[in-house]
């Protein structure tokens, strides 16, 4: 696989040297002449100097043939503009994009640039799984198949303690794929019944959260 | 008309004042609260007193653009000094906020044809100097800029 990372920072770094080791072709782009000059040694003609978000860099570093584009630069809009063009003028499908500053991650959906990834964010999502009051966590987004995975802890006295999978009324949308019990995962069916204090993990489409939530979480509960 | 630029730099703060002068309520957004000296050039009074807004905040941040005004904005001028900032923030009034004029400085000609070509209304400096130049040096008196859609 051939594959352009934009952004010789210490993320893109690690990755031009994991993806390479992997046995990928990659072609580093790094804008900062003097962090240029430190990865040069390291990587030689691996490294380019120039600004990946001007067209002609993208088409020396050979764009037109790449797998795989990654924009990891430090920059949010650099990173838009590089996947935007990557993706509408060149037509590579494969992009991946970072977002340095979560607040701007509604610039990337707004313009339609995924997968996105954000440090911020996947830090404060561990912050969900680690704090279970919490109640629901995300676990996984999958954006381009409008799905997510989500888990969530049964209360006492909430509508499905004590019912069996069959029993519970689930949103369309919604599906019960795991129940976490002591340490133990167990694949359900109908008949697998529900109790206080296990996790569910459910598949659904995104904005069933509430309806998730009231229908494993006590009345009470869920106003606090 | 309620106009929103965006950097107010040589070009940004210039275009406020003509704008302003035709008669149009300008805000202007910049990140430096420095900048707004510029304003103040060449006015009897200052910015504000002659009718002008003015806000400190980053561009890319939609609570600075909603604190300037951008909901209400008739036209949006993206002027930053940075190319691709101005590129983002341009489609963020255009799709977002449904701005009915949009416009964007680009200097990379390149850039700023393809973005053309995307629907953005781009202005290029550089072309525009570029034209300008080529055609003082081939001796041609009148100089006719291509219009950039």
Same mark, same amino acid.
């Given at each position: 696989?051939? *594959?352009?990372?934009?952004?010789?920072? $210490?993320? #893109? %770094?690690?990755?031009?040297?994991?993806?390479?080791? $992997?046995?990928?072709?990659?072609?580093?782009?790094?804008? =900062?002449?003097?962090?240029?000059?430190?990865?040069?040694?390291?990587? &030689?003609?691996?490294?380019?100097? #120039?600004?990946?978000?001007?067209?002609? *860099?993208?088409?020396?570093?050979?764009?037109?043939?790449?797998?795989?584009?990654? @924009?990891?630069?430090?920059?949010?809009?650099?990173?838009?503009?590089?996947?935007?063009?990557?993706?509408?003028?060149? #037509?590579?499908?494969?992009?991946?994009?970072?977002?340095? =500053?979560?607040?701007?991650? &509604?610039?990337?959906?707004?313009?339609?640039?995924? /997968?996105?990834?954000?440090?911020?964010?996947?830090?404060?999502?561990?912050?969900?799984?680690?704090?279970?009051?919490?109640?629901?966590?995300?676990?996984?987004?999958?954006?381009?198949?409008?799905?997510?995975?989500?888990?969530?802890?049964?209360? @006492?006295?909430? /509508?499905?303690?004590?019912?069996?999978?069959?029993?519970?009324?689930?949103?369309?949308?919604?599906?019960?794929?795991?129940? %976490?019990?002591?340490?133990? #995962?167990? *694949? /359900?069916?109908?008949?697998?019944?529900?109790?206080?204090?296990?996790?569910?993990?459910?598949?659904? =489409?995104?904005? %069933?959260?509430? =309806?998730?939530?009231?229908?494993?979480?006590? /009345?009470?509960?869920?106003?606090? | 008309?309620?106009?929103?630029?965006?950097?107010?730099? !040589?070009?940004?703060?210039?275009?406020?004042?003509?704008?302003?002068?035709?008669?149009?309520?300008?805000?202007?957004?910049?990140?430096?609260?420095?900048?707004?000296?510029?304003?103040?050039?060449?006015?009897?009074?200052?910015? +504000?007193?002659?009718?002008?807004?003015?806000?400190?905040?980053?561009?890319?941040?939609?609570?600075?653009?909603?604190?300037?005004?951008?909901?209400?904005?008739?036209?949006?001028?993206?002027?930053?000094?940075?190319?691709?900032?101005?590129?983002?923030?341009?489609?963020?009034?255009?799709?977002?906020?449904?701005?009915?004029?949009?416009?964007?400085?680009?200097?990379?000609?390149? !850039?700023?044809?393809?973005?053309?070509?995307?629907?953005?209304?781009?202005?290029?400096?550089?072309?525009?100097?570029?034209?300008?130049?080529?055609?003082?040096?081939?001796?041609?008196? +009148?100089?006719?800029?291509?219009?950039?859609?």
């Amino acid at each position: 696989m051939y *594959v352009i990372v934009a952004g010789g920072g $210490k993320v #893109g %770094l690690n990755l031009t040297r994991e993806l390479m080791a $992997k046995g990928h072709e990659v072609t580093l782009i790094e804008n =900062n002449r003097r962090r240029y000059t430190i990865l040069e040694p390291q990587l &030689e003609h691996i490294v380019h100097l #120039g600004d990946a978000t001007e067209l002609w *860099v993208l088409e020396r570093a050979g764009i037109e043939r790449a797998d795989m584009v990654i @924009a990891v630069t430090g920059d949010d809009e650099d990173n838009i503009i590089i996947s935007q063009v990557a993706r509408e003028k060149y #037509g590579r499908e494969k992009i991946i994009a970072r977002c340095n =500053n979560i607040r701007n991650m &509604e610039h990337f959906d707004l313009l339609d640039i995924k /997968p996105v990834i954000s440090s911020t964010d996947l830090i404060l999502r561990l912050i969900e799984h680690e704090v279970p009051q919490y109640g629901l966590v995300h676990l996984l987004k999958l954006q381009a198949e409008d799905l997510e995975i989500i888990e969530v802890e049964v209360s @006492a006295g909430s /509508p499905s303690a004590g019912k069996t999978v069959g029993e519970i009324d689930l949103p369309d949308g919604g599906l019960i794929i795991a129940i %976490l019990r002591e340490g133990e #995962g167990i *694949v /359900p069916s109908g008949d697998t019944l529900i109790n206080s204090g296990d996790e569910v993990m459910l598949i659904l =489409n995104p904005g %069933l959260e509430d =309806n998730i939530t009231r229908l494993f979480t006590a /009345p009470e509960e869920s106003f606090i | 008309m309620f106009v929103l630029i965006v950097g107010c730099g !040589r070009a940004g703060s210039a275009l406020a004042k003509n704008l302003l002068a035709d008669g149009n309520t300008v805000s202007v957004l910049d990140e430096s609260a420095e900048s707004h000296r510029l304003l103040d050039v060449g006015l009897e009074t200052n910015w +504000e007193d002659e009718g002008g807004m003015f806000t400190v905040g980053t561009a890319l941040e939609i609570d600075a653009l909603v604190e300037a005004g951008i909901e209400r904005a008739d036209a949006f001028v993206a002027g930053t000094n940075g190319d691709n900032t101005n590129l983002v923030i341009a489609q963020i009034a255009q799709k977002k906020f449904n701005v009915p004029k949009v416009v964007v400085r680009v200097l990379d000609p390149r !850039r700023a044809t393809w973005y053309a070509e995307q629907g953005l209304h781009t202005i290029c400096p550089t072309q525009a100097g570029i034209e300008m130049l080529t055609a003082a040096v081939r001796g041609e008196t +009148e100089v006719v800029l291509t219009e950039q859609i």
